[in-house]
């Protein structure tokens, strides 16, 4: 599983709440990844980091922020959760040596 | 931004068959493409990449064929069988580190 966890795996939650989604490394990769799926939609890019402190919007960061304050954790916040951010939440990083994808087990978010 | 289209949406197959799944990309920059695997409940996977100086690749029973001239590469699997049946998604990015955009997916049965 490349060393990364997501937590929770699951949550639900009142619409305008705070929800802050953790995403874990133990193998100090450089590249970390927030996306969300949803029927129809495949997997679509919220945010991106490249390493401590530098991050990047994807193609759907609306609503959401990101912090990487340190290597192994990359966090994903909904300041104020809405129902259309209802959905499946992955974190993924990116290997030095293989440059390939690796996607943690997901989140699902439920907001009420 | 780049953008990622795929086709079919769901595909059904009889055991032993072939499959095809087609995508297009938009940026012409883009010279990395990924193919991911999703099974029922799971993590997406890497299954096979290509780059965009290469027109094709093979893995076993998959494939996957490149023409950057045309702006579309697609996914070949031989001999199907039931444990092929997921969601499949074809990606593009300009290196394997960039942002990597997904095409919506396609829903792979075979039936047995």
């Known amino acids: 599983d490349a060393g990364i966890t997501q937590s929770p795996r699951h949550k639900v939650t009142e619409t305008g709440t705070p929800v802050t989604l953790r995403c874990h490394q133990t193998?100090?990769?450089?590249?970390m990844y927030w996306y969300r799926q949803d029927p129809g939609h495949g997997l679509r890019l919220i945010h991106y980091?490249?390493?401590?402190?530098?991050?990047d919007k994807g193609e759907v960061s609306d609503g959401y922020s990101v912090s990487r304050s340190k290597t192994e954790d990359f966090l994903l916040t909904l300041e104020s959760a809405t129902s259309s951010q209802t959905s499946v939440y992955f974190c993924?990083?990116?290997?030095?040596?293989?440059?390939?994808?690796?996607f943690g087990s997901g989140t699902q978010l439920s907001v009420l | 931004g780049e953008n990622v289209e795929q086709h079919p949406s769901t595909l059904s197959v009889q055991e032993g068959d072939s499959a095809v799944i087609k995508c297009t990309y938009s940026d012409s920059a883009s010279n990395y493409f990924p193919w991911y695997k999703q099974e029922l409940g799971k993590r997406p996977q890497l299954i096979i990449d290509?780059?965009?100086?290469?027109g094709e690749k093979k893995d076993q029973r998959i494939a996957v064929t490149l023409n950057k001239t045309a702006k579309h590469f697609s996914l070949h699997i031989t001999e199907t069988q039931p444990e092929d049946s997921a969601v499949y998604f074809c990606a593009a990015s300009k290196t394997s580190y960039d942002k990597v955009i997904f095409g919506p997916g396609t829903s792979l049965s075979v039936i047995p």
């Open positions: 980091s490249y390493g401590v402190k530098d991050t």
């Open positions: 290509i780059r965009s100086n290469v």
């Open positions: 993924a990083i990116s290997t030095g040596d293989q440059e390939k994808l690796f």
């Open positions: 193998e100090n990769h450089r590249y």
